[in-house]
C-alpha cells in the first residue's frame, strides 16, 4: 500500500469521547454511495480513508465504541455516547487496514478522495459533479466513468 500523508493526524468522534491518530494515511479514498453509508451517516455519501493497522492508535475513549454487524457482513464501529461513525470494515476483512471516517479528522491534511463506489445505488436526488473515477461497486466492479 502506498502512502498519502507523511506524520500523524488525529481525528474525534462529535463529542470528543473517542480519539485516535492515524500516523500514515493510504492513498485510497473513496466516496462510498451505498445504501448502508447514506442510512448510517445520513448523507448522500461516506468518505473513508484507510491505514494500516499499526498505523492507526485509538487514543482516548475506545471503550466506548459500539459495532454493528450489518446482514452482509460488513461492520460499522461508532461511539455509543454521540453516534459518530468512526470506522468500517468489509465482511472479508483481513484486519490489516482499517477504514475510517475522513469526516472525523480534527487536523485537516491535504487530501484527495480518488473514487466514488457503489455508483449504482447512489442517491439519486445527488448529482456527482468531479472528474473522479466511478464504480457501480467496489473498485474491482465496473467502472462507470
Not at 480519539?19 to 454511495?33: F, N, P, Q, W
Not at 448510517?40 to 482516548?60: L, M, N, P, S
Not at 468531479?130 to 457501480?136: A, K
Request: proline content about 3%; charged content about 20%.
Amino acid at each position: 500500500m502506498s502512502h498519502y500523508s507523511q506524520g500523524s493526524v488525529n481525528g474525534q468522534c462529535l463529542c470528543g469521547s473517542v480519539k485516535y491518530r492515524v500516523d500514515e494515511i493510504g492513498e485510497k479514498m473513496a466516496h462510498c454511495h451505498c445504501s448502508m453509508c447514506r442510512r448510517f451517516h445520513g448523507a448522500a455519501f461516506a468518505t473513508f480513508g484507510e491505514a494500516r493497522k499499526e498505523d492507526f492508535h485509538w487514543v482516548e475513549g475506545e471503550h466506548l465504541l459500539q459495532s454493528y454487524k450489518a446482514p452482509n457482513g460488513t461492520v460499522r464501529r461508532f461511539c455509543s455516547v454521540c453516534g459518530s461513525s468512526m470506522t468500517f470494515a468489509p465482511a472479508n476483512d483481513s484486519g490489516d487496514l482499517i477504514e475510517f471516517t475522513l469526516g472525523t479528522l480534527v487536523d485537516q491534511p491535504a487530501l484527495t478522495p480518488d473514487a466514488h463506489i457503489f455508483i449504482g445505488s447512489k442517491a439519486s436526488w445527488y448529482a456527482i459533479e468531479d472528474s473522479l473515477p466511478q464504480f457501480e461497486e467496489g473498485r474491482d466492479s465496473k467502472q462507470l466513468v
